[in-house]
């Protein structure tokens, strides 16, 4: 499912136009955006959290030269599903 059909499926889930869908989901988007760039975890009771973990930096290799690479420490957003939304997809 892309955007454009999570756009449909939420509309027609609320009875409510594409457009005022597209701003929801929008505005969901921005603000977990907003949020996880100042750090702070995003929880949603039965679905999941949304939050940053640092990578540190760490020396790899090229696997075509066999050099050695340096790569540098970073932030990544990460989602981890929770319990209700896991025991659902089992079903």
């Known amino acids: 499912m892309n955007k454009t059909e999570l756009i449909a499926a939420l509309a027609e889930k609320t009875g409510s136009n594409k457009k005022d869908a597209e701003k929801a989901i929008n505005a969901f988007v921005d603000v977990v955006t907003e949020s996880l760039a100042n750090g702070d975890k995003i929880q949603i009771v039965g679905f999941g959290s949304f939050e940053v973990k640092?990578?540190?930096?760490?020396?790899?290799?090229?696997?075509r030269t066999g050099e050695e690479i340096k790569i540098e420490a970073?932030?990544?957003?990460?989602?981890?599903?929770?319990?209700?939304?896991?025991?659902?997809?089992?079903?």
């Open 74 to 91: 970073s932030k990544a957003p990460v989602f981890k599903a929770g319990k209700a939304l896991k025991d659902s997809v089992n079903k």
């Open 54 to 63: 640092a990578r540190p930096a760490r020396t790899a290799r090229n696997p």
